[in-house]
């Protein structure tokens, strides 16, 4: 596990932006493992600023988002498809059929989650994922106590969770269950970059630079993958 260490999150975004577009350029069929939240968002705009002048980035990549809400049609507003749309899909030249983020809203959801390790095995895996980092130290949706042998499944969200994603819900009415990809199906990637950044997250950092690996903080995970570089930000 390497590290990066940055004095604000925009120097974070702008390292993370030029690590990706390096990867598209030299692979421009790369497949792509992306994020939500707020971190990421700043890596997006970046992309977006460069690609409205280089508009051939995304032509032939390929992208698996990690996590989307159940129950949450894609249109709504805070989805993660319209999340992706309106931070990075509607910007660049990507084509539709090469995007994949697992619906919240299909008739059956475990046969949903089956279909999306088949998509990213039929991609021939991620060659380059980002994650952010959750304050209990969880990897996409995966809370603490998740096996590290743990695939692409239907999880509910702790209340912890779902208290820093109310800010996405205007009504309130933040969805109690989500589809994520596990941890096996994260470290199957090739690469992996850890953005963290944000108000409440040093201590996740720290525990992840004490190199404990344990199931109670999931991110301790990516200690078992011989590629992992660390993002991190001292002010948000």
């Not at 390292?15 to 994020?35: C, F, H, I, Y």
């Not at 032509?59 to 498809?81: C, K, W």
């Not at 509607?90 to 390790?117: K, M």
Request: proline share 5%.
């Amino acid at each position: 596990m390497r590290w990066e260490s940055f004095d604000s999150s925009a120097a974070l975004s702008l390292r993370a932006a030029t690590l990706l577009l390096d990867t598209t350029r030299k692979t421009p069929s790369a497949v792509l493992g992306l994020p939500t939240g707020r971190t990421p968002i700043g890596m997006y705009e970046r992309i977006v600023r460069e690609c409205g002048q280089d508009y051939h980035c995304f032509t032939e990549v390929v992208t698996f988002n990690l996590d989307e809400y159940v129950g949450v049609e894609p249109e709504h507003p805070a989805s993660y498809a319209s999340y992706m749309r309106t931070h990075l899909f509607d910007h660049v030249d990507i084509q539709l059929s090469n995007v994949h983020i697992p619906h919240g809203t299909a008739t059956d959801l475990d046969l949903e989650c089956r279909n999306y390790e088949e998509a990213i095995r039929e991609a021939r895996g991620i060659d380059l994922m980002f994650l952010g980092l959750g304050r209990n130290g969880h990897i996409g949706f995966n809370e603490p106590g998740t096996p590290f042998n743990a695939r692409t499944r239907v999880v509910e969200l702790t209340e912890s969770t779902r208290r820093a994603n109310a800010a996405w819900f205007e009504d309130g009415n933040v969805p109690s269950h989500a589809i994520t990809m596990g941890i096996e199906t994260i470290l199957d990637s090739r690469r992996i970059i850890l953005l963290a950044a944000g108000d409440g997250k040093s201590e996740a950092i720290e525990r992840l630079r004490d190199g404990e690996i344990s199931e109670n903080f999931p991110a301790s995970a990516l200690r078992l993958h011989p590629d992992v570089l660390v993002l991190c930000a001292a002010n948000s």
